[in-house]
């Protein structure tokens, strides 16, 4: 079973940026893809973007394309979500997921990451 | 993008009742591309079903789903007591991923 370690919760300002990382067990990476799905307070789940750590490609939502940016480093196989220009509007939780195909369904979930964006 | 609307938004169930969702999308999508999703306070969310009704890993079999089309539908066959929290229908056919409203499942 896969398991996701995500970093803690943060606080950040209007404009800066914030990155999250989420640590995958085992060999997660050389089977799975990982994807970043937010969700904000009172919306649906919004999936931003994933990664496929064994060929190093990426795909992101459009809403979010030139401010997201999702890396992968398998050597400890930590997958890694930037968000920059943030706006109140991105507080939410984000939450990693494995894809066991592609970045569009996902099996295993971390247990989510707090972004807070308040001046 | 595909727009999955769920109903209703609240089920108030009492154990042992059935639980029934339903997830109707802005376009056709074939069930083998529809997951459903539990999530609980506090707790990483869990897929429960996905690709033509298969059921995940450790999934118990009074979960289950129907639908083609545009319609698309989660049942529980007896609520359990683990089983009250929020569900989500999720379109994988069609890109970007998407997801529905939630429908929270409630004690009586």
């Known amino acids: 079973q896969v398991q996701l370690v995500q970093s803690g919760a943060e606080v950040k300002k209007p404009g800066s940026s914030v990155r999250v990382s989420c640590k995958a067990s085992?060999?997660?990476?050389?089977?799975?893809?990982i994807a970043w799905v937010r969700q904000a307070p009172g919306l649906r789940p919004e999936w931003m973007g994933g990664?496929?750590?064994?060929?190093?490609?990426?795909e992101y939502a459009q809403r979010f394309q030139g401010r997201v940016t999702i890396t992968a480093d398998k050597s400890t196989s930590t997958a890694y979500m930037q968000l920059t220009s943030l706006k109140s509007e991105d507080t939410a939780v984000y939450y990693c997921?494995?894809?066991?195909?592609?970045?569009?369904?996902?099996?295993?979930w971390g247990l989510g990451t707090l972004v807070t964006v308040s001046s | 993008e595909i727009v999955l609307t769920q109903s209703p938004g609240t089920l108030s169930l009492s154990p042992g009742e059935r639980a029934t969702v339903s997830c109707r999308a802005s376009e056709s999508v074939s069930s083998s591309f529809v997951a459903w999703y539990q999530y609980k306070p506090g707790q990483a969310p869990r897929l429960l079903i996905s690709g033509a009704s298969s059921r995940a890993t450790g999934i118990p079999d009074r979960f289950s789903s129907s639908g083609s089309g545009t319609d698309h539908t989660f049942t529980i066959s007896r609520v359990e007591p683990e089983d009250f929290a929020v569900y989500y229908c999720q379109q994988y056919g069609s890109s970007p991923p998407t997801f529905g409203q939630g429908t929270q499942v409630e004690i009586k």
């Open positions: 990664i496929i750590p064994s060929f190093s490609t990426t």
């Open positions: 997921a494995s894809t066991p195909g592609g970045w569009e369904l996902f099996d295993y």
């Open positions: 085992g060999n997660t990476f050389s089977s799975h893809g």
